[in-house]
């Protein structure tokens, strides 16, 4: 963490709303990103990003330093979406034949769309280990405590998305 975030988090650790104002400003992009990637809809995720804003701002006294801020928001973000995936136990459609065939009339996949479009479609528990893994930097180890699953089921789940996406995008 760099002197000047380290000067931004100790202030809004002692209230200054402005100061977190800016690590907002800093890190919102990544924090949505994140949040996308693991919902799947654009509008949810702009909630769960202010969700997991409003979340980091009431548990900032947790934060000690250990590790990067973004590192911390990041892990506070993945809990408050994985979170919300559970309580309104959202139900993603994993059927193959319908992405073979969306995949098929697509001809091609451009790098950016169409690989997010068949990260919507792979189960929750495959997309969200994928993202977490993969995209996140995640260990298989702090997936399975953050999921509550075991981590065989963690490299399970990886397994099963990386060969869904090849399929799809071969």
């Not at 528990?125 to 298989?140: D, K, M, Q």
């Not at 099963?160 to 399929?167: D, E, G, W």
Request: with cysteine.
């Amino acid at each position: 963490m760099d002197i000047q975030e380290k000067k931004l988090v100790k202030a809004a650790q002692n209230g200054d709303s402005k100061a977190f104002e800016q690590l907002y400003r800093v890190h919102h992009a990544r924090v949505y990103a994140l949040s996308l990637r693991l919902c799947g809809d654009r509008h949810w995720a702009e909630d769960l990003s202010q969700e997991a804003f409003v979340r980091a701002w009431n548990k900032l006294a947790s934060f000690k330093g250990d590790s990067q801020f973004g590192t911390w928001l990041y892990r506070v973000t993945a809990n408050v979406v994985i979170s919300n995936l559970r309580r309104s136990k959202a139900k993603f459609e994993d059927d193959l034949d319908s992405v073979a065939e969306v995949a098929s009339q697509a001809g091609q996949f451009d790098a950016d769309g169409d690989i997010e479009k068949a990260l919507h479609k792979l189960p929750d528990g495959a997309r969200t280990v994928l993202v977490l893994f993969s995209i996140e930097g995640y260990t298989h180890e702090e997936i399975a405590s953050t999921l509550d699953i075991a981590v065989g089921t963690s490299k399970a789940q990886l397994h099963r998305a990386r060969n869904a996406l090849k399929t799809w995008l071969a």
